[in-house]
């Protein structure tokens, strides 16, 4: 099967088959709150400190915010760490800390009991390694692993276990470790963003 895509101001581009993603948007009352948002609804904040640019008794984490790292599980949860002692701080009259590095990691099922690992932050795109233990791992960064995928089913205990009672993850820190990362894999101009 085949067609055509007609954009808005009359391009059109054949095609065989179509992998369309709709526009990635924030909330509605986000977008309606004057100031509190970026053009698509996302809450702008300070990518460091979470502090909303709108006002600094406001502070966003999550998918509700506009910074640029990935919309995960784990950007919440990091982001969190920085969340709450910023919250402490402006309540004392401190200065915030700029704490969030943008660390985000992902388990990526590739299918055939098999999964990859990424694991980056706003300067440093996903490169092979180890994790979480430098040098030791045992998951496989950037690479298809069996030990991956069962990392990936263990992880739905650890979910329940340990993220949701609060308790500290072992091994798994708030800011991206560069020990154990083949930094070096990297081409320079992909190693910054
Ligand atoms: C299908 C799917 C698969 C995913 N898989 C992964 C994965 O494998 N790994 C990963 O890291 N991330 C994954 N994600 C992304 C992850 O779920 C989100 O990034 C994460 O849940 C964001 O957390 P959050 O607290 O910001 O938002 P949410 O988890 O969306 O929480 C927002 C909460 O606010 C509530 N809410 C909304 N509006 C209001 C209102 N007006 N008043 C009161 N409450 C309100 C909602 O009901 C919701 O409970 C997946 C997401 C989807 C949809």
Redesign the pocket.
């Known amino acids: 099967m085949s067609g055509r895509l007609i954009s808005w101001d009359d391009r059109e581009v054949p095609f065989d088959l179509l992998v369309s993603i709709p526009l990635h948007g924030g909330?509605e009352?986000v977008a309606r709150s004057p100031g509190l948002g970026d053009d698509l609804g996302f809450v702008r904040v300070d990518r460091g400190t979470l502090q909303s640019e709108a006002a600094p008794n406001v502070f966003a984490?999550?998918?509700?915010t506009n910074v640029p790292t990935?919309?995960?599980?784990?950007?919440?949860h990091f982001e969190g760490e920085t969340l709450i002692p910023n919250i402490q701080r402006l309540l004392q009259g401190r200065e915030l800390e700029s704490a969030y590095d943008g660390h985000?990691n992902?388990?990526i099922e590739t299918g055939f009991h098999k999964a990859l690992m990424i694991d980056f932050n706003y300067e440093i795109e996903p490169v092979p390694g180890v994790f979480p233990e430098p040098h030791v791992g045992p998951l496989r960064l950037l690479r298809e692993s069996r030990l991956n995928h069962l990392g990936k089913l263990a992880f739905e205990w650890i979910y329940w276990h340990v993220l949701l009672p609060g308790r500290p993850m072992l091994g798994i820190s708030t800011k991206m470790q560069l020990a154990g990362k083949e930094l070096g894999a990297l081409e320079p101009e992909r190693s910054t963003r």
């Open positions: 909330s009352i984490i999550g998918d509700a990935s919309k995960a599980g784990s950007v919440a985000t992902c388990f």
